[in-house]
């Protein structure tokens, strides 16, 4: 069996193809050619086409073929080209010389297609030196072209070859985060809808969550004996952040409990459903997803952890799903402690399975309430757009920060030095509940904005000097980061982040630039430019001048800001709709307002109100 080859293909001609792949597709726009560029495109705008999208998908996954069964269905020379098109995006997104954790993935996803692909010996050896860079890279149109003219394929759609890889995958019970970039970047080159794809997911998370699971008396038996040969130890480190047994198994790989599944064939076909009912594969419940446990939802810090006083993690969303998103505000100025830290998130719409973290709300209600009396009322409109076009310039380290400006700035520079010292502790800690897996072995994206970047920036940089935090943090997005833009700081949290690390950022942001004012000349902060890494392909740069105006609209703007970046949300609604328009008709107004004449005000004059004050 022979397929043409080319010369070695760059990174330049993958992408190519997949815009070729893409262009075949009959929505061309709803997918980003690249895993390095941004997030596939999806709006739940429109209930219609995601509910003609889930009746295809739940049709098609009704009758999910398992590698054995590809193995018939499929010509030699589609599976060849099939496992060398995920060889080539292996090698070309992960393998690393001397990077021994990125090519260990490689090495045990490659085992994976081997398998999943049934191929002679003679042809696996040949994909494991192609893999090493012993051979040229094939042609990835040909490889395309010869997969997509398969009669199986043509008469069932490349759906089948992704879902089969992902049923392959899970029932081992980890889903690593890599494993998911890659099935991404494959669904782009053959012209899948990532909304298909997700479909599949969600149709396999409610098969194994609402089906019938019963644990076996044996495999009980032989939970209960495991159990009683761990240290004491590590029972402490599990309890300490909630309850022992409820969380062991998600805690220790799931792999004791193996759970029997009951009614599985019914929705994803017997031969897919005999491969997560064995001992291994039925394990993903609590391993892959931690819902056998308490989880990430019941979360929360018992004991005060060097000066965090809060920190729980709280639920967005109330259904389940294969990849989870953790969304971290950077203030809050909702009096309403209930739902301070959702009201932000609330048109978020990236997972089934939405989290918020509930950090030191006390002090970011502080920073809230100090950043809106500066804008609002301390500092004139005239002064704030002086600041912003010099700011867009570029000049700001060149001119005196007007006196009025000057004089108030201990009311806000108090509360961000605590947030920010806390934001990365707070970052660290994180860091430790990730690493124990609280949400189970499933990919986790990290949203955040201001401080809350600041958190997650932190989370990744403790995450980075531990060998075992590979292959948890799928995707990232950092909005307006209070923190440095040092490209070899950045390269280092890239390592234990598997897709793409986002960085929004927006040139007139002088607020935050007033807030590092004593920062040297040399220190760049991520939040108001891009960070220059020429060799890391994982950073990307977002420039959100055209809509955040200034540091308060990643909060007040939010939606529209994720929007940008291409983070799935949901349409505003009436009420949301409203208040944006009250806020841009406020900002509107201000222009009127006359400026503050500084020689009469002290710093004192510009505290913000007390409660009592407010009365």
Not at 215 to 223: G, H, P
Not at 367 to 375: C, F, H, S, T
Request: charged share 20%; proline share 3%; net charge negative.
């Amino acid at each position: 069996m022979s397929l043409p080859v080319s010369a070695v293909a760059s990174t330049s001609s993958l992408e190519k193809m997949e815009n070729m792949a893409n262009s075949r597709s009959s929505s061309s726009n709803d997918f980003i050619p690249s895993r390095f560029t941004s997030f596939p495109m999806r709006s739940a705008a429109s209930p219609v086409s995601e509910h003609a999208l889930a009746m295809a998908s739940r049709r098609q996954s009704a009758q999910l073929p398992t590698s054995a069964e590809l193995k018939n269905h499929l010509d030699p020379a589609t599976r060849f080209a099939v496992a060398d098109l995920l060889v080539t995006v292996l090698k070309l997104d992960f393998y690393r010389t001397g990077d021994e954790k990125a090519n260990k993935f490689c090495k045990s996803a490659l085992d994976l297609i081997i398998r999943y692909c049934a191929l002679p010996e003679k042809t696996n050896a040949s994909l494991r030196a192609h893999m090493a860079g012993e051979h040229p890279t094939e042609d990835i149109a040909s490889l395309i072209s010869v997969i997509k003219s398969d009669p199986y394929i043509k008469e069932r759609g490349c759906i089948v070859l992704l879902s089969s890889m992902l049923v392959m995958a899970i029932e081992g019970g980890d889903y690593d985060s890599r494993y998911r970039v890659m099935l991404r970047h494959i669904s782009a080159l053959l012209g899948v809808l990532w909304d298909d794809f997700e479909v599949v997911e969600d149709t396999l998370t409610d098969m194994l969550i609402s089906e019938q699971y019963v644990e076996s008396d044996d495999s009980k038996l032989r939970r209960e004996r495991s159990q009683k040969m761990k240290k004491i130890k590590r029972y402490m480190m599990i309890g300490a952040a909630g309850g022992v047994g409820g969380v062991l198994i998600g805690l220790t790989g799931g792999l004791a409990a193996p759970l029997v599944a009951a009614g599985a064939g019914v929705v994803i076909g017997t031969g897919a459903a005999a491969g997560i009912a064995t001992t291994a594969g039925a394990a993903v419940l609590g391993s892959a997803f931690g819902v056998a446990g308490a989880g990430l939802a019941g979360y929360k810090m018992n004991k005060r952890v060097g000066a965090i006083e809060e920190f729980q993690v709280e639920t967005l969303s109330d259904e389940n799903s294969l990849h989870v998103v953790l969304c971290v505000s950077g203030w809050i100025d909702d009096e309403n402690n209930e739902t301070a830290f959702h009201q932000q998130w609330r048109h978020l719409w990236m997972s089934k399975e939405q989290y918020t973290l509930r950090y030191e709300s006390k002090y970011l209600l502080e920073l809230g309430k100090a950043i809106d009396y500066l804008m609002s009322f301390a500092v004139s409109y005239a002064i704030q757009h002086t600041l912003m076009e010099t700011a867009l310039a570029g000049l700001m380290t060149a001119i005196a920060w007007p006196v009025a400006l000057l004089s108030c700035s201990s009311v806000l520079d108090n509360p961000w030095n605590v947030c920010v010292s806390r934001a990365a502790e707070v970052g660290e800690h994180l860091a430790e509940v990730l690493l124990t897996r609280q949400h189970g072995k499933r990919p986790i994206t990290l949203i955040g904005f201001s401080l809350g970047a600041r958190v997650i920036y932190h989370c990744l940089l403790s995450m980075s000097k531990r060998p075992d935090a590979v292959g948890i943090i799928e995707d990232v997005v950092l909005l307006g980061a209070p923190v440095s833009a040092s490209p070899s700081q950045w390269k280092q949290i890239c390592t234990v982040v598997g897709g793409r690390v986002i960085n929004g950022y927006c040139t007139s942001d002088w607020l935050l630039k007033f807030l590092y004012r004593t920062m040297s000349v040399q220190f760049t902060i991520a939040g108001t430019g891009p960070v220059e890494s020429k060799f890391e392909r994982k950073i990307v740069n977002f420039n959100l001048s055209h809509i955040v105006k200034g540091h308060m609209d990643y909060s007040k703007k939010l939606t529209e800001v994720l929007e940008a970046v291409g983070v799935k949300v949901t349409p505003h609604s009436q009420e949301s709709s409203e208040n944006l328009k009250k806020y841009e008709e406020a900002q509107e107004a201000t222009e009127t307002m006359a400026p503050v004449d500084a020689g009469t005000k002290t710093a004192e004059s510009f505290s913000p109100p007390s409660k009592s004050d407010e009365a």
